[in-house]
């Protein structure tokens, strides 16, 4: 007998790259995270360029996913790291550029706070490579304030033939 599936979790996950084919890689882990076991590709942002903050290279390319996850937070992002190692991920210094970079923003209503993860992501409201994306695939999870907070951040939405995917996820 198997045992009882776990519910489903919404989550929402922040992707940056700004290293090699960027917008390539991001496609790819959208791809890996919705055929990773576990986890469903409900929806994900356009693709929005910004500059690096508090560090140095090139303009990063971000969007955000969000998921359908019968895992568990540490499970998940067990996952996430999963595909940024298979992208080459290297953590040389803090905000150190990378090929992959993806960060588990929101599991479903948890506040978990351990060595390992904090969720909400402690820095998510800082920054508009975040907020931006977010609010178009979940506008009710960003309030207007949030955003005005950060639009002295350059963030430019990619033309549309870079757009990740706007649209609901087919199962």
Do not use: W
Request: charged share 20%; glycine share 6%.
């Amino acid at each position: 007998m198997n045992p009882p599936q776990r519910p489903a979790v919404t989550a929402y996950v922040a992707l940056g790259a700004n290293l090699g084919d960027a917008a390539a890689t991001l496609r790819d882990a959208l791809h890996r995270l919705d055929h990773t076991p576990g986890i469903r590709l409900v929806k994900a942002s356009s693709l929005y360029r910004t500059a690096p903050i508090a560090s140095s290279g090139p303009d990063y390319l971000n969007a955000v996913a969000e998921v359908g996850t019968t895992l568990t937070a540490p499970a998940l992002l067990a996952a996430l790291q999963a595909i940024e190692t298979a992208h080459g991920r290297e953590r040389p210094y803090r905000n150190a550029p990378r090929t992959l970079d993806l960060d588990l923003l929101l599991y479903g209503s948890a506040r978990i706070d351990s060595p390992t993860l904090t969720v909400p992501h402690p820095r998510m409201g800082e920054r508009a490579f975040v907020l931006v994306p977010l609010s178009e695939v979940a506008p009710a999870l960003v309030a207007p304030g949030r955003l005005a907070a950060v639009q002295h951040q350059t963030i430019d939405r990619v033309s549309p033939d870079l757009t990740l995917n706007n649209q609901e996820h087919e199962p």
